[in-house]
Nanobody, 120 residues
Framework: QVQLAESGGGLVQAGGSRRLSCTASGSILSINSMGWYRQAPGKQREFLAVSTSSGSTNYASSVKGRFTISRDNAKNTVYLQMNFLKPEDTAVYYC??????????????WGQGTQVTVSS
């Protein structure tokens, strides 16, 4: 079993910054990728950014240049630094991790989500 714990959400003014964290714990052998998604009210969950075990990153065009994903492999933790936030960034932000447990079996888990609200 693998658990993902997110933190860092909250209220921020437009133009401000916020950093989200997500730590994976449990019976983990390896993590291939860790990423961030968000879901605004009435909208589908959308991809934001991903970091792979090889060190490569990929971003959605909507956040490229404003958001930066980084990863601490030793801590099984991924971060999302969000700058120049806009009211339309208001959403619940979710962490996702894919990898293998110690059995080994593949896993794909989601965090519980953390709310980010950007006020105008």
């Amino acid at each position: 079993q693998v658990q993902l714990a997110e933190s860092g959400g909250g209220l921020v003014q437009a133009g401000g910054s916020r950093r989200l964290s997500c730590t994976a714990s449990g019976s983990i052998l390896s993590i291939n990728s860790m990423g961030w998604y968000r879901q605004a009210p009435g909208k589908q969950r959308e991809f934001l950014a991903v970091s792979t075990s090889s060190g490569s990153t990929n971003y959605a065009s909507s956040v490229k240049g404003r958001f930066t994903i980084s990863r601490d492999n030793a801590k099984n933790t991924v971060y999302l630094q969000m700058n120049f936030l806009k009211p339309e960034d208001t959403a619940v932000y979710y962490c996702n991790a894919e990898g293998f447990t110690r059995k080994p079996l593949p896993f794909n888990y989601w965090g519980q989500g953390t709310q980010v609200t950007v006020s105008s």
